[in-house]
């Protein structure tokens, strides 16, 4: 038998500082820990963007100027989801937009116990969202990536960006080095190869006079030529 579907969390975020300013669950679980987790690994662009979970969780959010909008559900239909943000965006616009401090989280916690509520209920049967769900059909694209990669593996790639940046730098210092050694070693080789034919010439010429008669080689002359 397949699980109703739900929405056991959902919560208003400082773009800025990251932290929950507002937030109302149900059930118990540490939904709240680890939207905080995520929220560190958000990217700052505008938009929307979604994380699988564990257990056919999966947390949906909504960012748009300094605020973040936020929810925990299973088995509810992306669109679903971000029409419930948006509903979302759309009280505190109208209640609590002009307000400030605390305070207005708190009376805000109110109203988004009563949103989260009825968007449980939209879904699991009279679709109280569907008007919402169609003002959103403009809006960007969903990027969807496992929670796992975001919250495990974020210290790794950058620990391999360190370590693959260690390594471009080690093989262009020994680069450089070899193609200096192998100059030297050419220019030796060079060097090598000149003191050996002024050798060999001197030998030949040393062998030539002594076969010849001296410096001058008159009995290795031709008649004509003495």
């Given at each position: 038998?397949s ?5 056991p969390?959902a919560?208003v ?5 990251l932290e ?9 679980g540490?939904?709240s820990?680890?939207a ?7 990217p ?15 947390f ?17 239909p992306?669109?679903?989801?971000f029409a419930?943000?948006a ?5 505190w ?5 002009g307000?400030?401090g ?8 109110l109203?988004l ?9 939209g ?24 929670i ?12 391999l ?36 034919a ?9 062998v030539?006079?002594l076969?010849?008669g001296g ?12």
């Open positions: 038998m699980q109703a579907p739900t929405v969390f919560a975020a400082s773009a800025q500082e929950l300013l507002a937030e109302v669950s149900v059930g118990g540490n939904a820990e680890i905080r987790r995520i929220l560190r690994r958000l700052a662009e505008p938009g929307r963007r979604s994380y699988a979970y564990e257990n056919g969780f999966s949906h959010f909504l960012t748009e100027g300094r605020l973040i909008f936020l929810c925990m559900e299973r088995g509810v992306p669109p679903k989801a419930f943000l509903e979302m965006q759309q009280s616009r109208t209640q609590f937009a307000t400030r605390s305070s207005s989280f708190k009376d805000f916690e109203v116990g009563d949103l989260r509520a009825a968007a449980e209920r879904v699991q049967g009279d679709d109280d969202l569907g008007q919402v769900h169609d003002k959103l059909q403009a809006t960007k694209a969903v990027m969807s990536d496992s796992e990669k975001v919250l495990e593996r974020g210290e790794k790639i950058e620990l960006v360190d370590k693959t940046e260690h390594l471009h730098q080690h093989a262009f210092k020994f680069a450089k080095s070899s193609t200096q050694l192998k100059r030297s070693l050419q220019w030796r080789e060079m060097k090598c190869k000149l003191v050996a002024a050798v060999t010439l001197g030998v030949l010429t040393l030539g006079m076969a010849c410096p001058t080689f008159d009995t290795c002359r031709s008649p004509a030529a003495k």
